[in-house]
């Protein structure tokens, strides 16, 4: 079983449309969990952090549940500028504090 | 928010060579950077972490002999990919930890061995 996964994708949606992520983790003792999203050919970047009472930025809500291993994120009223590749990430914990990246899910949204 | 940089930002090279990846973190101090490689329409796969002052800590299936990596200072780490093979071809990404929970990424570097 993979350490993190994700929901295969790819996504495609209308703009305005709300579309929502998934992920599982494996670790139940992982500590710190993360959205990443990655633009075609660049490196990734920090989207939001997941808190177990769930937090909300703009349009994007990111959820943890503890017991069932699993987070998701949440994109409302979605724009061509979303289109991109969204990764979960997640920090098992330990000294190195490395993270473990899913294999992400494509959005592309259509105008 | 904090900058990484990385050099080369690609590189093509023949079979066999050495390459030598830097990465930067440029406004603060980083006792930790982080390696990882991404093959196409994969994800990042951690490859080793880099302590400054000390060894690297490698990966499984990882080799420290042909990735050789140097953490000479804070704000320096190298990767080099020594005798590389078309099957090195990937994309290149750093990290710097700057607090216990935050990692600034480098914008990558392309390798493609011919």
């Known amino acids: 079983r993979k350490e993190v996964e994700q929901d295969p994708g790819p996504f495609n949606v209308p703009e305005g449309a709300t579309v929502a992520f998934n992920c599982t983790y494996s670790?139940?003792?992982?500590?710190?969990f993360f959205w990443y999203r990655q633009d075609c050919r660049k490196e990734p970047k920090l989207l939001m952090s997941?808190?177990?009472s769930g937090n909300e930025d703009g349009r994007f809500t990111a959820q943890l549940n503890r017991a069932s291993q699993y987070i998701s994120l949440l994109i409302r009223d979605s724009k061509l500028s979303d289109s991109a590749t969204y990764l979960c990430?997640?920090?098992?914990?330990?000294?190195?504090?490395?993270?473990?990246f899913g294999t992400g899910t494509l959005l592309a949204v259509q105008p | 928010g904090a900058v990484v940089s990385q050099h080369p930002s690609w590189v093509i090279c023949k079979s066999g060579t050495s390459v030598k990846i830097e990465c930067r973190s440029l406004?603060?101090?980083?006792?930790?950077m982080f390696w990882y490689r991404q093959f196409p329409k994969q994800s990042l796969m951690l490859m080793a972490t880099?302590?400054?002052?000390?060894?690297?800590?490698?990966e499984q299936g990882v080799e420290k002999d042909k990735f050789l990596i140097n953490h000479a200072s804070l704000t320096l780490s190298t990767l080099t990919v020594t005798s590389a093979h078309p099957e090195d071809s990937s994309f290149y990404i750093c990290?710097?930890?700057?607090?216990?929970?935050?990692?600034?990424f480098g914008p990558g570097t392309r390798l493609t061995v011919l």
């Open positions: 997941v808190y177990s």
């Open positions: 670790n139940s003792a992982s500590q710190s």
């Open positions: 990290s710097a930890r700057r607090s216990s929970d935050t990692q600034y």
């Open positions: 990430v997640v920090n098992p914990g330990g000294a190195t504090n490395k993270l473990i």
């Open positions: 880099s302590n400054e002052g000390s060894k690297a800590t490698y």
């Open positions: 406004d603060f101090q980083a006792t930790t």
